[in-house]
């Protein structure tokens, strides 16, 4: 089993910046993918950003540019650095990971609320 610990949400005004953190425990085998979903108020959750072991990194096309994710593999911790923050950022964040040995394993953050607001 694998738990997800996410630190790092709060209140920011527009421009801000902000960062996320996650840090995976438990049993570790082997992580494949790291990243990020949200969710904002009356919508569904989306993807935000995934990092692979290896380092290749996806994003929405609504951060782009704006937000960083970053991977530690020795700390199983996955980043991710949010920057020119807007109103629409406004959501609930969570840590997502996969992790593999003969299948695949999916675990969930907690969640982290994120707002931005002047």
């Known amino acids: 089993q694998v738990q997800l610990v996410e630190s790092g949400g709060g209140l920011v005004q527009p421009g801000g910046s902000l960062r996320l953190s996650c840090t995976a425990s438990?049993?570790?085998?082997?992580?494949?993918?790291m990243g990020w979903y949200r969710q904002a108020p009356g919508k569904q959750r989306e993807l935000v950003a995934t990092v692979t072991k290896g380092g290749l990194t996806n994003y929405a096309d609504s951060v782009k540019g704006r937000f960083t994710i970053s991977r530690d593999n020795a700390k199983n911790m996955v980043l991710l650095q949010m920057n020119s923050l807007k109103p629409e950022d406004t959501a609930v964040y969570y840590c997502?990971?996969?992790?593999?040995?003969?299948?695949?394993?999916?675990?969930w953050g907690q969640g982290a609320q994120v707002t931005v607001s002047s």
């Open positions: 438990g049993t570790i085998f082997s992580i494949n993918t």
């Open positions: 997502h990971l996969v992790q593999t040995d003969w299948k695949r394993y999916i675990y």
